[in-house]
């Protein structure tokens, strides 16, 4: 059957628009259209591709959610050598640097593109008629891994180049690296699933690209930037590096927008300076920044020693550790209970801020590090943001220091607190009656990807919730300015645009409300999957937990979250009080999934069965949405007799199961 033209049209139209807003999402940082309206078209590609599975291509976007676990990754021999830099570490080096190149050029004065120093992993990307076909580690400059699957994953990173010329074939080389924001959720994430909490954000990124499981890859939030061009084929070369990275912007591939051309060492080192100066403020995490010689043929004249070519240097920053002493440590209680231990330390001036308090994540991990009132300890600003403990000086140990306890008690509210097994995390088991959690539901609720409330920050929460003006986000709908205007501190403007804000949230997609609601475990992707699968927010309350699980997105632990939230008669008080304030979203087509006649049942299958092959029963069980498992136990609920039985039969008769023999079995799929 051959397909109408018309089709193929649309899917290709879908999947350049989708790549379109990933564009403007990703790199431009200014999407043009809402979440909806974004995941209406790629359920619109993902629903053709399904019906005309022969027209996927590996470079869909529907493509970027990972494939199979690898056992190893294959090796690549690089095309030319992935070189090093030379690092200079103070301003000499820098002066050097300059006259050797003055020098070697016969110039007065040299003109440098200057750029970052991102921190993450270098990756080689090659194009291929503009499609991308190989993507590789560095390894040992020569072989690096073929990481190809990771690397579709990323969003930020066309699979097909844009613009009037593709070159028929183009090597680029740029870093792979994790941007700050990124790297706190992705750890305070891990830290509340109980598992590795990354150093920094050079080891999160390195970490996930080399992931063997590109659905892992496909979960964390990577970045990249192109820096440099490998190999060019079937187009003329730019002749100045400034003019190649814009020859790569213009394919869409994303390049740092803080690069820039100076002149001589003065220019280099002004650009140090200002990002240095800058580098807190910047999105990113950078080690230092990069001098290289504009024009590729003055690069090309200079060469290259061993490793490194001589035409460029690294100029690094002083590194962002700071030692100082633990004053205190206390424990602070977030949205979902988690108990998070925080040092106090005396304040220490690290990368450009004081720091007053590093996060210690959870108990395990003071253990691990062995914190201790009174230790002199390394502070590092992971991520740039938040600070932590990179390690204890022992030596400096005072003697009768105590090791760290978790209480047993939430100390906002002082009800006892529960550690389950298997996890990490120290729990306030209070809920919503606990005044620290009801504040961070709160400040979820009112979040930037949640309802978007602005104004409303953690100072002014506080402030309503110890005065009881609110217990919970919906109070916040009720919320008046003249209530407002009566706090400390708080102006007639700032009181108007804090209740503008709170009107304008009314507004909003299912997602996001699905999302603002803090269900535990649900975050914004699985969020948008049950908007995308229920369409309606009362089919998703009225789901039970066997429909949950039959979500294809949806696990087991999810699914009994979800159930759990919308069982509880305040959850479902607060959302009809949200309701009455007038929030509205648009639903898409309502989706009541059906509860098969055998969900959530077992059954064993024992003998030989007379009126159907075994594989056929099975398929007949699942159909109707029960499982088969091998041996009989406790759980069992229906062992199929058929004729000479095993040991199987006498188990289940011990037990006391329902056995059935093939007259029952068949009376009962009917
Ligand atoms: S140019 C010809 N530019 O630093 C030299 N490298 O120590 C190729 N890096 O492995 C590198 N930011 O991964 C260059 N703006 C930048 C960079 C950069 C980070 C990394 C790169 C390389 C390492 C060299």
């Known amino acids: ?83 090093s830099l030379n690092n200079a570490f103070d301003e000499q080096a820098v002066s050097e640097f300059d006259r050797r190149m003055r020098e070697g ?15 993450g992993a270098a990756i080689s990307l090659i194009y291929e008629e503009g499609r991308l076909v190989q993507a590789a580690t560095r390894g040992d400059g020569t072989t690096g891994e073929d990481v190809t699957e990771n690397i579709r994953t990323v969003r930020i990173i066309p699979l097909k180049l844009s613009g009037t010329t593709i070159p028929s074939f183009l090597e680029v080389r740029g870093e792979i690296h994790m941007r700050k924001a990124d790297f706190i959720r992705l750890n305070q994430k891990q830290a509340e699933k109980g598992e590795k909490i990354f150093a920094n954000a050079r080891n999160a990124a390195a970490g ?42 213009q394919l869409k591939i994303p390049v740092c927008p803080e690069r820039n051309l100076v002149q001589g060492l003065k220019g280099l080192l002004e650009y140090y300076q200002k990002m ?102 390394r502070v590092r600003r992971a991520g740039d943001v938040i600070p932590e403990v990179a390690g204890v000086m022992i030596e400096n140990r005072p003697s009768r220091t105590q090791v760290f306890a978790m209480p047993q008690q939430c100390p906002v509210c002082g009800s006892n607190v529960l550690r389950l097994e298997n996890e990490s995390v120290t729990r306030c088991i209070n809920g919503l009656y606990c005044p620290a959690q009801r504040k961070g539901a709160i400040m979820h609720f009112a979040s930037r990807r949640a309802m978007n409330i602005d104004g409303l920050g953690e100072k002014l929460i ?36 804090i209740i503008d804000a709170i009107e304008k949230s009314k507004r909003t997609t299912l997602a996001r409300f699905i999302y603002a609601l803090g269900i535990r475990n649900v975050g914004e992707a699985t969020a948008k999957d049950l908007a995308a699968f229920f369409g309606s927010l009362d089919c998703l309350i009225n789901a039970d937990i066997t429909q949950l699980e039959g979500i294809p997105e949806v696990g087991p632990i999810v699914a009994k979250n979800i159930a759990a939230f919308f069982s509880e008669s305040h959850h479902r008080e607060f959302i009809d009080h949200i309701r009455a304030s007038g929030i509205s979203w648009e639903e898409g087509p309502q989706h009541i999934p059906h509860t098969l006649p055998l969900s959530g049942k077992t059954f064993v299958l024992t003998g030989t069965l007379q009126k159907m092959s075994r594989d056929t029963a099975k398929e007949e069980i699942e159909k109707a949405g029960g499982k088969v498992t091998g041996s009989v136990s406790k759980k069992t609920d229906y062992v199929v007799l058929g004729v000479d039985p095993g040991s199987k039969l006498e188990k289940a008769k011990t037990l006391g199961l329902t056995i059935l023999d093939e007259e029952d079995f068949s009376a009962l799929l009917k």
């Open 1 to 83: 059957m051959s397909i109408p033209s018309e089709t193929i049209q649309k899917i290709q139209q879908l999947r350049q628009q989708i790549e379109q807003h990933n564009y403007n999402y990703y790199v431009l940082d200014s999407p043009t259209v809402s979440d909806a309206v974004f995941d209406h078209l790629f359920r619109e590609l993902a629903a053709l591709e399904e019906k005309h599975p022969e027209l996927i291509t590996p470079d869909s976007p529907t493509q970027r959610v990972g494939a199979s676990a690898l056992s190893t990754f294959k090796e690549v021999r690089h095309r030319s050598p992935m070189l």
């Open 105 to 119: 050029l016969e110039a007065d004065i040299v003109t440098y593109a200057v750029e970052p120093k991102l921190d």
């Open 208 to 249: 996930s690209l080399r992931q063997l499981d590109s659905r892992m890859t496909a979960q964390r939030p990577l970045s990249f930037f192109a820096y440099a061009v490998g190999e060019l084929e079937g187009l003329p070369a730019p002749t100045t590096h400034d003019d190649m990275i814009d020859f790569l912007r």
């Open 276 to 377: 240095g100066d800058s580098r807190a403020q910047l999105p990113y995490d950078m080690d230092g920044v990069v001098y290289k010689v504009n024009d590729l043929k003055q690069q090309t004249k200079m060469g290259f020693v061993a490793r490194a070519p001589r035409f460029a240097l690294a100029h690094k920053f002083p590194a962002e550790e700071a030692i100082t002493l633990v004053e205190d440590i206390t424990i602070q209680v977030g949205r979902t209970g988690a108990l998070t231990p925080v040092a106090r330390l005396k304040p220490v001036f690290v990368g450009g801020v004081t720091v007053t308090n590093a996060t210690l994540h959870n108990e395990d991990e003071v253990h691990r590090k062995d914190v201790r009132v009174g230790d002199t300890v």
């Open 462 to 497: 506080a402030q309503l919730i110890n005065k009881k003006i609110i217990t919970t986000a919906a109070d916040l709908y009720d919320l008046k300015v003249s209530t407002l205007t009566a706090l400390e501190r708080m102006a007639e403007k700032s009181a108007h645009n």
